[in-house]
């Protein structure tokens, strides 16, 4: 078997980085900027953090499909041949496409709260009754994404773990003769 040292870095670093910065972002930065005592500052407070974070999230995000793609291509005979990795594997992708539009949408109304300018909030996801509708709606919007990208990050993780339980030895083993005595049943 042929090691994937680099791309299996790549994907579970860029993992890692997209799942950290993204929890620490909704809980650290996000909670950090309601305690700005200028209302009207509290968005912009954010939206800075989270500009200075987008292009460290950009790599890491990047890093991530690449080594996903790479292990896709080194791992694509046991993913055809072994019972439960090829299940696994599209749910992994399926996930990573989910954490992929969540991530290119917060970015986007990132984008549409930075243009708004400076307006009354309770918090970076929290509106405050006179904060513009077009701003409110972004803002709760924000709220629920916030915990989606972490949400599917953190179960990529896992799956991730459980894909490295796939590996062993006996675990490919008992998966390869569990699909061929399955094939030669129908």
């Given at each position: 078997?042929k090691?994937?040292?680099?791309?299996r870095?790549?994907?579970?670093?860029?993992?890692?980085?997209?799942?950290?910065g993204?929890?620490?972002?909704?809980?650290?930065l996000?909670?950090?900027?309601?305690?700005?005592?200028?209302r009207?500052?509290?968005?912009?407070?954010?939206?800075?953090?989270?500009?200075?974070?987008?292009?460290v999230?950009?790599?890491?995000?990047?890093?991530?499909?690449?080594?996903?793609?790479?292990?896709?291509?080194?791992?694509?005979?046991?993913?055809?041949?072994?019972?439960?990795?090829?299940?696994?594997?599209l749910?992994?992708?399926?996930?990573?496409?989910?954490?992929?539009?969540?991530?290119?949408?917060?970015?986007?109304?990132?984008?549409?709260?930075?243009?708004?300018?400076?307006?009354?909030?309770?918090?970076?996801?929290?509106?405050?009754?006179?904060?513009?509708?077009?701003?409110?709606?972004?803002?709760?919007?924000?709220?629920?994404?916030?915990?989606?990208?972490?949400?599917?990050?953190?179960?990529?993780?896992?799956?991730?773990?459980?894909?490295?339980?796939?590996?062993?030895?006996?675990?490919?083993?008992?998966?390869?003769?569990?699909?061929?005595?399955s094939?030669?049943?129908?």
């Amino acid at each position: 078997m042929k090691r994937n040292t680099v791309v299996r870095a790549m994907h579970d670093v860029g993992l890692a980085a997209w799942f950290g910065g993204s929890l620490m972002g909704a809980i650290g930065l996000n909670g950090a900027a309601s305690i700005v005592s200028e209302r009207s500052e509290r968005m912009r407070v954010a939206n800075t953090g989270w500009e200075r974070w987008a292009p460290v999230s950009t790599l890491a995000v990047a890093a991530h499909v690449i080594g996903g793609v790479g292990l896709l291509m080194a791992n694509r005979q046991r993913i055809a041949h072994q019972a439960g990795v090829g299940t696994s594997t599209l749910t992994k992708v399926a996930l990573t496409g989910v954490a992929l539009a969540a991530t290119a949408y917060t970015g986007a109304l990132g984008a549409r709260m930075k243009q708004a300018g400076e307006v009354p909030v309770k918090g970076a996801v929290q509106p405050d009754k006179d904060t513009p509708e077009d701003v409110a709606k972004a803002q709760r919007q924000l709220r629920v994404l916030q915990w989606v990208i972490p949400a599917t990050t953190g179960t990529l993780i896992v799956l991730t773990s459980l894909h490295g339980e796939q590996q062993r030895p006996g675990e490919m083993l008992r998966g390869m003769v569990h699909n061929a005595f399955s094939a030669g049943s129908r």
